[in-house]
T-cell receptor
Framework: DAKTTQPPSMDCAEGRAANLPCNHSTISGNEYVYWYRQIHSQGPQYIIHGLKNNETNEMASLIITEDRKSSTLILPHATLRDTAVYYCIVRSRGGATNKLIFGTGTLLAVQP | GAVVSQHPSRVICKSGTSVKIECRSLDFQATTMFWYRQFPKQSLMLMATSNEGSKATYEQGVEKDKFLINHASLTLSTLTVTSAHPEDSSFYIC?????????????FGPGTRLTVL
């Protein structure tokens, strides 16, 4: 699976949009971009995933560049409860296993 | 969203004893479950892939005789840490793979904090 690069940490003011970038320049055509987050001492939580089109759900929006070499996760109105480590992971679907390989992620600190 | 539970949430044991951790998918069937380990201030490390009705597949460097995995049903996988030692103290997290027409997504349990004295 392709590697991803994320900034180690980011700050965001409460109520503002949080934009978390991810570089995945070696992504291949059948690999999806997945985002998870992990609040301290809890299991990771699925946020969103996409292939090439932008995606939106009740939690966030995912913007994938046209060349698919990078993406941005957008939390439209960050709250203090969004403080967590956010992981961007690329992997293919439908293989014999669909294991996720976690990198170091981005620690998002939402400030009051 | 799908719900995955783990039991116990926290366990303290003496060195040399064995500890069993259960992972259950509560509202869906999971042919594949995964076990991760996370040390303080580090990311999750995949330990093994658990397939219902067959042997688990272990990642490189993970001792299969020390970390016994059983996936006896479509909703339950267990991880047994045998002859635990203080260096096995960690946060153990499972996930279950939910596959349907639109999605192929892993959902994670809340984790089990193991402390070996």
């Amino acid at each position: 699976d392709a590697k991803t690069t994320q900034p180690p940490s980011m700050d965001c003011a409460e109520g503002r949009a949080a934009n978390l970038p991810c570089n995945h320049s070696t992504i291949s055509g059948n690999e999806y971009v997945y985002w998870y987050r992990q609040i301290h001492s809890q299991g990771p939580q699925y946020i969103i995933h996409g292939l090439k089109n932008n995606e939106t759900n009740e939690m966030a929006s995912l913007i994938i560049t046209e060349d698919r070499k990078s993406s941005t996760l957008i939390l439209p109105h960050a709250t203090l409860r969004d403080t967590a480590v956010y992981y961007c992971i690329v992997r293919s679907r439908g293989g014999a296993t669909n294991k996720l390989i976690f990198g170091t992620g981005t620690l998002l600190a939402v400030q009051p | 969203g799908a719900v995955v539970s783990q039991h116990p949430s926290r366990v303290i044991c003496k060195s040399g004893t064995s500890v069993k951790i259960e992972c259950r998918s509560l509202d869906f069937q999971a042919t594949t479950m995964f076990w991760y380990r996370q040390f303080p201030k580090q990311s999750l490390m995949l330990m093994a892939t658990s397939n219902e009705g067959s042997k688990a597949t272990y990642e490189q460097g993970v001792e299969k005789d020390k970390f016994l995995i059983n996936h006896a049903s479509l909703t339950l996988s267990t991880l047994t840490v045998t002859s635990a030692h203080p260096e096995d103290s960690s946060f153990y997290i499972c996930s279950a793979s939910r596959q349907d027409r639109r999605r192929d997504t892993q959902y994670f349990g809340p984790g089990t904090r193991l402390t070996v004295l």
